[in-house]
């Protein structure tokens, strides 16, 4: 991925943006356009030589109805000036990268003046993440294709910290399940798979109030601070920890009550789930429950 003048001088954009703009579906536009004419669909959706001694490029109609069945949302033809849904860009993105391999050209079949060809599908979807990845950054926007060709969003440097550094292990293996569960949805470009997890982070931190012993949930959960602080700190996780509470019961997080208000923003949910995940590693390694 190019680093340009103004990348080097001003630092690279902050990856913020969740829409595909028109800018950036322009560059995805003319990128898989040039996949479509140079055969690299090839790979998936094969079109063989008339005499059938090898491919000769993609399969177009094959391609299209495969497109369709998959991703009834992606309008094909693919449209330059109307712009689709970002969830179906990204889709549609996912299935070029699994589809294509960088085309090698072998013998010229003289008859019928074309080349046979072979496919490399590590270089083709290298070179494919590349453009995508170079695109997206150069414009901020907040996902990436990764190896595995698949979109993740992209993380908060402090988030990416704690997802990269921390591993549960609770004792309790619903807690951890949630745990886990949670972590892996966040990166999910679809918003509401991400609400998703900030619901199971909460159920997480309720389990975790009572992974202590004791009479009932009160009790329970004042034993774990009791082994994560004292003083003054243990009354500030107290405090935050009965915030946090008020938080899951006031807005519509875990359940959907007429009175809970909802979360409007994708940044609301980025705040909640970074604010509730930092204390309950805090809590969980202090107590030996997490690494």
Request: hydrophobic share 35%.
């Amino acid at each position: 991925m190019p680093a340009y003048f103004s990348d080097r001088q001003r630092g690279p954009r902050p990856r913020t943006n969740e829409i595909i703009e028109p800018s950036v579906w322009g560059g995805i536009y003319a990128i898989v356009s040039a996949l479509l004419s140079n055969g690299s669909f090839g790979c998936s959706f094969p079109e063989n030589c008339p005499d059938g001694y090898g491919v000769i490029g993609h399969d177009s109609r094959a391609l299209e109805l495969m497109l369709k069945a998959q991703h009834p949302d992606m309008p094909y033809p693919l449209p330059l000036d109307d712009t689709p849904d970002t969830l179906a860009i990204l889709d549609f993105l996912e299935f070029v990268a699994a589809s294509i391999g960088k085309p090698v050209e072998g013998a010229f079949h003289s008859f019928f003046r074309h080349h046979h060809l072979s496919f490399d599908r590590e270089a083709g979807l290298r070179e494919f993440i590349d453009a995508i990845n170079s695109i997206f950054a150069r414009n901020g926007v907040a996902y990436e294709l990764s190896e595995d060709s698949q979109v993740k969003r992209i993380l908060t440097a402090e988030l990416q910290h704690l997802f990269a550094t921390t591993s549960f292990h609770s004792g309790d293996s619903e807690t951890d399940r949630l745990l886990e569960e949670a972590r892996a949805q966040f990166t999910s470009p679809n918003e509401n798979v991400r609400r998703d997890a900030l619901e199971k982070l909460w159920d997480a931190f309720e389990r975790i109030k009572t992974l202590e012993s004791g009479k009932d949930k009160r009790e329970q959960a004042s034993r774990l601070l009791d082994r994560v602080a004292s003083g003054k700190f243990r009354q500030t996780l107290e405090n935050e920890a009965r915030e946090l509470t008020d938080i899951g019961n006031s807005f519509r997080i875990r359940h959907s009550e007429t009175s809970q208000e909802p979360l409007t923003l994708s940044a609301q949910v980025d705040y909640l789930f970074h604010r509730l995940l930092s204390v309950l590693r805090f809590v969980l390694s202090s107590t030996g429950r997490a690494s």
